[in-house]
């Protein structure tokens, strides 16, 4: 049932129904899995990270690659409510409660893996406490809660009438607050001086515009599966929108990457991380170039703008979750790569002999424990926005004309 | 009569209560010997007068030669696990090829002890600091085991526990899920005896003596001399972090 152009009314909303066998097995099998990541959780903190793949060389892996991913895309997955609230777009209107609930979901999912992966999880009230102001850590613990706390004060001026007239300011200072969250985000990496892979200021607006295209990608997944595939309204222009958006995106992340590696090529004796990367890095090389530009850039741009696939909404659902899926390999290539390649301690020396693997690639071999903490975050946050659709009005049913 | 009665009581009071003040005061005194002998070097306040540091000569170091790393390990009860990529190590040998002359140097790699530590500024909850003394350190009691540390130190300086620990020894606390890295024997420069860093002893004992330890802001000690007349150089000296340690003839 798609809504005609130019609304002008309010919308109507309502809960989705959630009593058939098929919900019920969804919440079955996200709580499944969300037991199996505690499980992973509570056999690393009891055994110790030997259990995992992470070692003194790969000191961050699978649960930081999925526990970034998911708040740089929750970052995103603001677009609508912005859209909506901020820059006045009204076709978006009904659509900008799903997008404030799937942010604050996928914050979470995302918090929650990098919380259980701590060494010390039990001293989590300690990084609640304790603020070393330099650390762009201490900063992201105030900017992941407010996000968490303005998402939620955004979503009550949409629901509560009386509330309504704040609906502008608040989602301004969240449009504000996430960009900076995400600038905060990307520094995390940019500020680390002592790796070729990051100390690069330029690494701030790329996750900013990474943020934009995952968000984009994971509220086109969310919105044709709780929407399209329950018969609610979803409008053409709409999904035009987002397809248009998606494809800019996508360049624009696109652009970065291009930059950002160009300077690092450039650079007098920084060749070496680029050869690893783009050419010599097995694994990452080819995630690299295969995950992250061919099928996660370069090919979704291509079914977002080729004249037979544009006009479908599932070839549109596929850009989509390739977009997703390229941003994980991206994310994967930063993290892993970036870490993988060796520090120059030494410059204008080779190291032929160190016990600490000095001077030559990490290898990294994630185990099972690792990807069972990553999955349960991301049912986490899958689980948050069916619970939510069921408990409170976030899907519009229809359309009430002036 | 009921007037005079409360009189001899209160006097009564009185003298209780000044043999009871006496007998405290005695007590109190007592203690004070008992608990407080004269301060030591272990209570003097740590200060920014002195900064801990070390010389190493690579020309000195020979290569094959694990006496520091064996000392290292002796004196903090670090046992590897036979996995090496989880292993801690808080001092590795390395061995470097100049890649202009050829020439081959071998040479002990530990925490670098930095004037402005990347570990220290990227610590979520300031478990990574730096002493007033210049010895940078793990609060083992705030540290959560995130790792950022790691990725920040330019010189991969840290480890991360990996497992379970037992048999620590009480000078070097470590455990499971933090993260640690040379603390340049702080319990021994807090003895006030004289002793120097397990690594460089064992150096010396070797014949070597590749690791002078000492004041870096005294500049009658050694140490101090020989950084002002020797050509000493720092690692990633284009970091700018002032490292305190220091390498010759790499």
């Known amino acids: 049932m798609a809504m005609t152009d130019n609304i002008t009314g309010y919308t109507d909303f309502s809960v989705i129904e959630g009593r058939g066998a098929g919900f019920y097995t969804l919440l079955a099998a996200l709580a499944a899995i969300i037991a199996a990541g505690l499980w992973a959780a509570h056999t690393m903190e009891t055994e110790g990270h030997h259990v995992t793949g992470m070692t003194n060389q790969i000191v961050w892996g699978i649960p930081h690659v999925f526990a970034v991913f998911l708040i740089v895309t929750a970052s995103g997955a603001l677009n609508v409510a912005s859209l909506s609230s901020v820059m006045g777009q009204k076709i978006y209107a009904p659509y900008a409660r799903l997008s404030a609930l799937l942010a604050i979901a996928l914050l979470l999912g995302g918090l929650a893996i ?23 850590f201490a900063w992201n613990v105030f900017f992941y809660s407010g996000f968490v706390a303005l998402g939620a004060l955004y979503l009550w001026t949409l629901m509560e009438r009386r509330m309504n007239p704040l609906t502008k300011p608040v989602g301004a200072l969240l449009l504000i607050w996430r960009l900076t969250l995400t600038t905060a985000t990307g ?21 900013i515009a990474m943020s934009l295209s995952f968000g984009t990608a994971a509220y086109i997944v969310a919105s044709l599966a709780a929407l399209d595939c329950t018969g609610r309204p979803l409008d053409d222009a709409v999904v035009n929108g987002l397809r248009r ?25 920084l060749q070496g991380f680029e050869r690893f990367l783009l050419e010599e890095g097995g694994a990452i090389t080819t995630l690299f170039w295969i995950g992250q530009i061919a099928a996660g850039s370069l090919l979704p741009l291509a079914l977002l703008t080729w004249k037979r696939t544009a006009p479908s909404r599932v ?7 390739l977009v997703l899926a390229g ?11 970036g870490q993988a390649y060796p520090l120059r301690i030494f410059p204008g020396r080779e190291v032929i002999e160190s016990t600490f693997y000095d001077g030559v690639v990490a290898q990294y071999h994630p185990s099972l424990v690792e990807f069972l903490l990553a999955f349960g975050g991301v049912a986490l946050s899958l689980l948050i926005v069916v619970l939510g659709m069921k408990v409170l009005q976030f899907l519009p049913r229809t359309r009430v004309a002036d | 009569m009921a007037g005079a009665h409360k009189s001899l009581a209160d006097r009564s009071r009185r003298r209780f209560l000044a043999k009871a003040g006496v007998a405290a005061a005695g007590l109190a005194a007592g203690m004070r010997f008992i608990d407080f002998p004269h301060a030591n070097a272990a209570s003097d306040p740590v200060t920014g007068a002195r900064r801990w540091g070390m010389l190493i000569d690579a020309d000195k170091c020979a290569r094959g030669c694990n006496a520091c790393v064996t ?16 292993d801690a190590q808080w001092i590795r040998k390395v061995t470097l090829r100049d890649n202009a002359t050829g020439r081959e140097t071998s040479l002990p790699l530990m925490c670098q002890h930095c004037e402005h530590p990347p570990c220290v500024d ?36 840290r480890s991360f526990v990996h497992e379970e620990l037992t048999d620590q020894k009480p000078w070097s606390p470590r455990g499971k899920g933090t993260v640690e890295s040379c603390n340049l024997c702080v319990h021994r420069i807090d003895e006030g005896s004289g002793r120097i860093p397990a690594c460089a002893e064992a150096c010396a004992r070797e014949g070597h003596k590749a690791i002078l330890f000492g004041d870096m802001n005294n500049p009658t000690s050694t140490l101090a001399k020989e950084l002002a007349d020797d050509d000493s150089q720092e690692l990633r000296a284009d970091l700018g972090l002032n490292t305190g340690i220091r390498y010759e003839d790499l």
């Not at chain 1, 800019?248 to 450039?266: C, D």
């Not at chain 2, 210049?134 to 705030?142: E, F, P, R």
Request: with cysteine; hydrophobic share 50%.
């Open chain 1, 187 to 207: 520094l995390i990496f940019g500020v680390l001086v002592a790796r070729e892979a990051y100390d690069a200021a330029i690494m701030a607006p790329m996750f």
């Open chain 1, 327 to 337: 941003g994980l390999a991206q994310v994967y290539v930063i993290i892993i790569g």
């Open chain 1, 245 to 269: 958006m998606l494809a800019i995106f996508v360049t624009v992340v696109l652009y970065f990457v291009i930059v950002f590696h160009a300077v690092k090529l450039y650079g007098g004796g």
């Open chain 2, 71 to 86: 000392a290292c390990n002796d004196e903090h009860g670090i046992q590897g696990q036979g996995r090496p990529e989880t």
């Open chain 2, 122 to 157: 990227v610590c979520p909850t300031g478990a990574s600091f730096r002493r007033a003394d210049g010895i940078v350190l793990v609060d083992k009691h705030s540290c959560i085991g995130c790792r950022y540390c790691m990725l920040a130190c330019p010189y991969k300086a």
């Open chain 1, 315 to 321: 070839w549109l659902a596929a850009a989509a979750g």
């Open chain 1, 114 to 136: 990098i919380t259980l992966d701590l060494g010390r999880p039990d001293r989590l009230m300690v990084a609640l406490t304790h603020f070393n102001m330099t650390s762009v």
